[in-house]
């Protein structure tokens, strides 16, 4: 008994000690400034807006206790599902087709010189280096349905002109190209960078037993990019519900309220209908609830704790 304890302390001393050496101790004093960072800029304001979402508090009095009242409020809201709708409608325009040109575009790089990729590589990052704002700005004036120039290229080659942004059926679309515009350079340069961790000799040996391009594409190249693709989709889901200067600067929600996602309802209740932070913030934490599940969702479907390097060798 006496060495089963004996066995036992050693074992708790030698755990202790991997967490308390110099080197440790010295890693720990790095990340402290991050952790403080987290937990006063983002820990702290999450767990104070979900009691937030319980009050009733205008900024002007003291809040009020109210129970689930602002979640019934808001879920009862018909303004609240079209904007939740509307979010929906981007993020399914921006997503799939971002990702595959992205794709297609780091397969591009792959397949050319050095000297070519590194160049093109450094004009399709450009996009994503501009400001937001300049950018919804740019193409608020190209699409401008009177002086815009996409109009006129349409009128050069006798096609009819368009509203674009200024039409309730095309705007969300157009927002999604126009972030697709912006993002889909970079997003490519990431997964170029997955690309070249892919060892060339599965390549050859697939070669050699008659696979071609697209087998090779569909077999070993998309497996392999497995975790890369799950970073991708999920930050890129997480930043299209989020979704609002590009939408402020072209539509400002309109025209008609089609483009008028969740992010425009939960600013609406703290600013421009009425002073409510208690179903700005209910809001906000269904938002939140709804990007656990869908990033829950994401890694388990696309199984992100799994290697597929490791079947291969």
């Known amino acids: 008994m006496a060495q089963r304890v004996a066995i036992k302390s050693t074992s708790s001393v030698s755990w202790w000690g991997r967490f308390m050496t110099t080197e440790a101790l010295v890693a720990y004093l790095f990340i402290l400034p991050s952790v403080i960072g987290?937990?006063?800029?983002?820990?702290?304001?999450?767990?104070?807006?979900?009691?937030?979402?319980f009050t009733e508090w205008n900024l002007l009095s003291e809040a009020e206790f109210v129970g689930l009242a602002n979640y019934q409020e808001i879920f009862s809201d018909e303004r609240f599902w079209r904007s939740l709708t509307n979010t929906l409608a981007y993020v399914l325009w921006n997503i799939p087709l971002q990702t595959v040109l992205a794709i297609g575009m780091a397969v591009m790089l792959d397949r050319f010189s050095v000297v070519l990729s590194t160049l093109l590589r450094s004009v399709m990052i450009l996009p994503w280096l501009m400001?937001?704002?300049?950018?919804a700005l740019l193409w608020l004036w190209i699409l401008d349905p009177s002086i815009g120039i996409a109009n006129v290229l349409l009128n050069a080659v006798?096609?009819?002109?368009?509203?674009?942004l200024g039409s309730p059926d095309q705007a969300i679309a157009w927002i999604a190209i126009i972030n697709i515009w912006r993002h889909a350079g970079y997003t490519a340069i990431l997964i170029f960078a997955g690309l070249k961790t892919i060892p060339r000799s599965l390549y050859e040996a697939s070669s050699i037993d008659g696979a071609n391009n697209w087998t090779q594409f569909l077999r070993i190249t998309l497996p392999l990019l497995r975790p890369v693709l799950v970073f991708v989709l999920v930050?890129?889901?997480?930043?299209?519900?989020?979704?609002f200067d590009t939408i402020a600067v072209t539509t400002d929600g309109?025209?008609?309220?089609?483009t008028r996602v969740i992010i425009f309802y939960i600013i609406d209740e703290v600013f421009n209908r009425r002073i409510s932070m208690g179903t700005a913030t209910a809001a906000s934490v269904v938002l939140f609830m709804i990007l656990l599940f869908v990033t829950i969702v994401q890694m388990r479907f696309l199984r992100s704790s799994h290697s597929d390097l490791a079947d291969y060798s």
């Open 38 to 53: 987290f937990v006063l800029f983002y820990a702290y304001p999450a767990i104070r807006a979900v009691g937030i979402s």
């Open 158 to 164: 006798g096609m009819p002109e368009q509203e674009f």
């Open 254 to 258: 309109g025209p008609a309220g089609a």
């Open 131 to 135: 400001p937001n704002v300049i950018v």
């Open 235 to 243: 930050t890129s889901v997480i930043g299209s519900f989020q979704v």
